[in-house]
C-alpha cells in the first residue's frame, strides 16, 4: 500500500541530481574562497615585500647620509673653512661637489659657527637651508618646508681626532622623497605612491620616519592572471557537470525508473493478492539485477510460509536475548520488571509466602579498580555462577546492574530464604577467585525481606526492605545476611528520617554544630602528654551525639567528604581561637575517600598555616576502601611537604593492611583496639599482635595503641616498646574549653609536642 508521503524514484532521482549540482556549486564556491584567500595571501606577501624594501631603501639613504657627514667633519678643508672662512662660498658651492663628498642634484652642504650662525648666507638661486642651527636631541630629523619634504642631518665639526676642540657644526640638507627614489631601483614598491605625510613645517625625528612613509606594492600580474584562469575553469567544470547530470538523469530514467515503476505495480498486485506469474506479459529489462529481482518475485510466494516459520523462530530467541545478561548469562533488569510484574499478579490469585533476595558484592570497586575491568568483569561471572548452582532449580537469578544481583522465592518461609542465602555464601567462599590472582576475600552481602501470604498488600516494599537489610548486612560486626526486621531496625532509622539523620545535616548546613573533643596521647615509657587527638561530635539542641550514632548516617549517605570538610572548618576555628597554647600537637581524623578529594586537600593545606604552633598529625582511616591509591599516595606525599605527619589509623582491621601500609607514605601506625586487647591475652594471637609490634618498631614506624583500659595492657605495651598510648585508662576525650582550662599555659608548651 503507497503512503500518503510516499516520494517516486523520479523524485529522488531529481532529487540526487540537484543535490549534486548544489555539492558541486559548494566545491566550487570552496574553491573561490580559498583562491581568494591565496590571493588575499599573495597581496599580503607582496605588501610586506615592499614594506621590507622600502624599510631597507629608507635605512641605506639615513645610512649614506650619516657617511657624508662623518667624511665632512674629519675633512681637512671643512675644517680650514670654519678657521678661515675667505673661500667659504665658493667652499660650499663647487667644491663639495667637485671632490665627490656630496651629490649636486639634491643635496645641499653649510657651515655654522660654533654658536650655530651660518658662515655666509644661503645663495639666492639653491634652496634655502636654516638661518641657525637648530637644537635637536637627534642628529637626522625631516621637515616639511613649502610642501618638500627635506631631511636635515646635522654633524659636529672638531679640529682634533679627540673631539675637545669645537670648531663648529655642519648641516647637511637632502630632498628626501627624490633622492629616495633616484638611489634605489624598487621592485615590490610602487614608486609613484611612495609619500611621507608631514604638515607644513612640522618636523619629524629620522628614526619616527618608516611608520609615516605611504606606500602600495606593485601588481601581480601572474597573479591577475592565475584569478581569470581559475575563475574560466571552475565555470567549465559546472557547465561540464550540468550537462552531465542532465544527460545522466535521462539514462537513469529509462533503464531505471520505469521498470522500478513496473515492478512496483507487481508488488502492489501481489500484496492485494491479484498478481499472475506470467513472464510473457513483462517486458525484459535492460539492467541484469532489476531483471533477476523481477524473476525472483514469481517465487516470492512459494517462500513466504517458509519465511513466516523462520521469522518466528528468530523473534522467539531474540526475546531471549533481549531478557538475559550479556556478561554474566543470568536474566537482565527487564526481564526482572517483566517476572516481578507478572508474579506480583499471579500472588492475587494465588496467595504464598514470599521472599525477596538482593545480593551485592563486597568491595567490589576495590577488585574493580585494583585488578582491571576484565578480572572485575571474570569476578560477576563467577559469583552469578555460584549464585545461580545455590538457587533453586525453579529460582531465577536477575543481575540488577553493576554487582547488584536479586531473586525472589515462591512458597518459602524466613528460615528457607536464610538457608538458601548461607548456601549462597557458601558456594561463593569456595569459588576459585584466587585462581585470578586476587589476594583480597571476595564476599558478598545478602539482605532478604519476606511477606507472609496473609500480608500480600505490602508486596511491593519487598525490594525496598531487602535493600535496608543488605545495607544492615555490610556493617562491620554483621555476618553479612541480613532480615528485614529486628535486625534491621537500626539501618532503616539510618536511611529514613531519624534524629541523627536531623542533626547530622543541620551541623553540615550550620557551623559550630560540630564540637570537637581532644583526646591525650602519651609517650611511653614516661606516660607524659605528647599531642591530642581531635574527636568530633555534633552538640543537637543541647544533647551531645557520639560518633557511633552519626557515622552510620555519614556512611549511608555517602557524606564523608562534606563531613570532613566540616571538621576541618571546625578545627581551625579551635586553632585560630588561641585557647591552645603554642607547640601543642593536635592529630586528626581523615576517611580514606575525602584524601583523594581536592577540596579536602586544599583545606588541608590552609590549614597547616598553624603547624608553626600546633604541629599537626594526618590520621587516614577506612583505607580498605582506598580505590585510587596512585592518587592518594600523591596528595599524601604533598601533606608530608607541608609538615604533616602520616598515620595509619585503625590498623588491624578491614583486609590487606600492610598492602596499603608499604603503598602508603605513612609516619606512625595505630593499632587497633582489636589487636592492643589481644596483648593481654596469654596465647599465641597474643604472642603474633606482639612480635609484629616488634618488627614494625624495628623497621622505622612509630607505633600507637589504640583503647588501652587496662593496667596489664599499658605494661604490655610499654615492654614491647611501643612509643604511644591512647585510651580511657590514660584520659577520656574533654572539650576545648576543659583541655584549656585543665593545664596552664606554661605546661602545655612543655608537654605538647607532636
Not at 557551623?511 to 599531642?531: K, N
Request: with cysteine.
Amino acid at each position: 500500500m503507497k503512503g500518503a508521503s510516499a516520494i517516486s524514484i523520479k523524485q529522488i532521482a531529481l532529487a540526487f541530481i540537484t543535490g549534486l549540482l548544489v555539492l558541486v556549486s559548494l566545491i566550487g564556491g570552496f574553491a573561490a574562497y580559498q583562491t581568494r584567500a591565496v590571493t588575499h595571501n599573495l597581496k599580503l606577501h607582496n605588501q610586506n615585500a615592499a614594506q621590507s624594501e622600502l624599510e631597507a631603501a629608507v635605512q641605506r639613504l639615513l645610512s649614506q647620509t650619516d657617511e657624508q657627514a662623518t667624511n665632512l667633519a674629519r675633512w681637512d678643508e671643512t675644517k680650514q673653512q670654519l678657521v678661515l672662512p675667505e673661500y667659504y662660498t665658493y667652499w660650499r658651492d663647487q667644491r663639495v661637489y667637485e671632490s665627490g663628498m656630496l651629490d649636486s642634484r639634491f643635496v645641499r652642504a653649510a657651515l655654522y659657527g660654533p654658536s650655530g650662525t651660518p658662515l655666509a648666507p644661503n645663495p639666492g638661486d639653491a634652496p634655502s637651508l636654516p638661518a641657525k642651527l637648530p637644537s635637536h636631541q637627534t642628529p637626522s630629523w625631516l621637515v616639511n618646508e613649502a610642501g618638500t619634504v627635506v631631511l636635515y642631518s646635522a654633524f659636529p665639526v672638531y679640529s682634533d681626532d679627540q673631539q675637545r676642540s669645537l670648531l663648529g657644526h655642519g648641516l647637511i640638507r637632502i630632498d628626501f622623497l627624490p633622492a629616495l627614489l633616484s638611489r634605489e631601483t624598487l621592485r615590490f614598491t610602487d614608486s609613484s605612491n611612495v609619500s611621507l605625510t608631514l604638515k607644513p613645517g612640522e618636523t619629524l625625528a629620522a628614526s619616527d620616519l618608516f611608520p609615516r612613509l605611504d606606500f602600495s606594492a606593485r601588481p601581480d600580474l601572474d597573479q591577475l592572471r592565475f584569478q581569470t584562469i581559475l575563475s574560466h575553469t571552475l565555470l567549465a567544470l559546472f557547465v561540464l557537470l550540468a550537462v552531465t547530470a542532465l544527460l545522466g538523469f535521462v539514462a537513469y530514467n529509462r533503464l531505471l525508473v520505469r521498470p522500478l515503476g513496473q515492478l512496483s505495480k507487481d508488488i502492489d498486485a501481489m500484496q492485494q493478492g491479484r498478481f499472475t506469474p506470467n513472464p510473457a506479459r513483462s517486458q525484459k529489462m535492460r539492467i541484469r539485477e532489476l531483471e533477476n529481482i523481477r524473476r525472483s518475485l514469481y517465487d516470492y510466494q512459494l517462500q513466504l510460509r517458509e519465511l513466516h516459520g523462520s521469522l518466528e523462530n528468530q523473534n522467539r530467541e531474540f526475546h531471549s536475548q533481549a531478557r538475559q545478561d550479556s556478561l554474566t548469562g543470568c536474566h537482565n533488569r527487564r526481564a526482572y520488571e517483566e517476572d516481578w510484574g507478572r508474579f506480583r499478579q499471579e500472588l492475587k490469585t494465588e496467595p504464598q509466602g514470599v521472599a525477596f533476595l538482593l545480593f551485592d558484592c563486597d568491595r567490589f570497586k576495590t577488585i574493580n579498580d585494583t585488578y582491571g575491568h576484565a578480572k572485575g568483569d571474570r569476578v560477576l561471572t563467577i559469583t552469578a555462577d555460584a549464585l545461580v548452582m545455590a538457587l533453586r532449580a525453579n529460582d531465577r537469578l536477575y543481575r540488577l546492574g553493576g554487582d547488584e544481583f536479586a531473586t525472589f522465592l515462591s512458597r518459602t518461609t524466613p528460615a528457607q530464604a536464610k538457608q538458601i542465602a548461607q548456601r549462597c555464601q557458601s558456594l561463593i567462599e569456595a569459588a576459585g577467585f584466587g585462581d585470578l590472582g586476587i589476594v583480597e576475600p571476595v564476599g558478598i552481602s545478602i539482605g532478604i525481606a519476606f511477606c507472609t501470604a496473609d500480608q500480600l498488600e505490602h508486596i511491593d516494599d519487598l525490594p525496598k526492605q531487602a535493600d535496608i537489610a543488605m545495607y544492615t548486612a555490610k556493617q562491620p560486626g554483621r555476618a553479612r545476611i541480613a532480615l528485614y526486621g529486628e535486625d534491621t531496625e537500626r539501618a532503616s532509622q539510618t536511611l529514613v528520617a531519624s534524629r541523627e539523620t536531623s542533626a547530622l545535616f543541620q551541623a553540615l548546613a550550620s557551623p559550630g554544630m560540630i564540637e570537637m573533643h581532644y583526646q591525650a596521647i602519651f609517650s611511653l615509657p614516661g606516660r607524659q602528654v605528647d599531642y591530642y587527638e581531635a574527636l568530633a561530635r555534633i552538640r543537637y539542641h543541647g544533647d551531645l551525639i557520639m560518633p557511633g550514632a552519626f557515622l552510620p548516617v555519614v556512611s549511608s549517605r555517602r557524606l564523608e567528604t562534606e563531613f570532613d570538610l566540616a571538621v576541618l572548618h571546625q578545627l581551625d576555628v579551635d586553632l585560630s581561637s588561641g585557647q591552645l597554647p603554642s607547640g601543642c600537637g593536635i592529630s586528626l581524623n581523615m576517611s580514606a575517600q575525602s584524601i583523594s578529594r581536592p577540596e579536602v586537600v586544599s583545606q588541608l593545606l590552609e590549614l597547616s598555616r598553624h603547624n608553626a604552633r600546633h604541629p599537626l598529625m594526618l590520621e587516614i582511616t577506612e583505607t580498605s576502601l582506598i580505590t585510587q591509591m596512585v592518587e592518594v599516595s600523591n596528595y599524601l606525599e604533598l601533606l608530608r611537604t607541608v609538615n604533616y605527619r602520616i598515620a595509619m589509623d585503625d590498623f588491624g582491621t578491614g583486609y590487606s593492611p600492610l598492602r596499603y601500609l608499604v603503598d602508603l607514605p605513612v609516619d606512625v601506625v595505630k593499632f587497633d583496639i582489636s589487636l592492643v586487647n589481644k596483648l593481654g591475652q596469654d596465647n599465641r594471637a597474643g604472642q603474633v599482635v606482639a612480635d609484629f609490634a616488634r618488627m614494625m618498631s624495628e623497621v622505622g614506624y612509630s607505633l600507637v595503641a589504640e583503647g588501652v583500659e587496662t593496667e596489664t595492657v599499658l605494661r604490655k605495651v610499654e615492654s614491647l616498646g611501643i612509643a604511644h598510648a591512647q585510651g580511657y585508662l590514660l584520659a577520656r576525650p574533654v572539650p576545648l574549653a576543659d583541655l584549656a582550662a585543665s593545664l596552664p599555659a606554661e605546661s602545655l608548651d612543655a608537654i605538647c609536642n607532636i
